[in-house]
């Protein structure tokens, strides 16, 4: 099923609620990562952006891209449910790496949770393929997941 979006724009700040509201729908958040301070920290980095697509002037997809410098990275991409399985997610995806290559980044990576493996199968069609690596954390603030 084709969707027909009416765009696929940078964020702006009314986008806000809607954004956090499809991101909780889609499972994307977590207790100890507040999307507001995602996008709040984002904004003020110059080093990124979230994506939007809209239909009917609310937000059915987003998409947060941003870089280090050095290769590019993608989170919270989320399709509202009711729109899901269409082709909004590839679009998406493709937006956030026409982004990152007028940037100059040659590389984009993204973290699924080991559970999600709809997910993995997803970006698997895309092209994208498992790295040998192991990521490390720590959380600064002291606390523990």
């Known amino acids: 099923m084709a969707i027909l979006v009416t765009a696929i724009g940078p964020y702006h700040d009314s986008d806000e609620s809607a954004v956090v509201a499809l991101w909780e729908d889609c ?3 977590r207790p100890w990562n507040p999307p ?16 939007v697509a809209t239909q009917d002037d609310g937000v059915i997809g987003s998409i947060m891209v941003g870089h280090d410098g050095h290769r590019g990275w993608i989170y919270y991409l989320a399709v509202a449910p009711s729109y899901q399985r269409g082709g909004l997610g590839s679009r998406l995806m493709r937006a956030a790496e026409a982004w990152l290559r007028e940037r100059g980044i040659r590389k984009v990576e993204l973290m699924i949770r080991n559970t999600n493996t709809e997910m993995t199968s997803f970006y698997a069609r895309l092209g994208y393929s498992e790295e040998p ?8 603030d002291g606390t523990q997941r």
Do not use: F, K, N
């Open 27 to 29: 499972g994307l958040t």
């Open 36 to 51: 507001a301070a995602d996008i709040a920290l984002l904004r003020v980095s110059g080093h990124g952006e979230i994506l």
């Open 133 to 140: 690596v192991t990521v490390m954390s720590r959380w600064l």
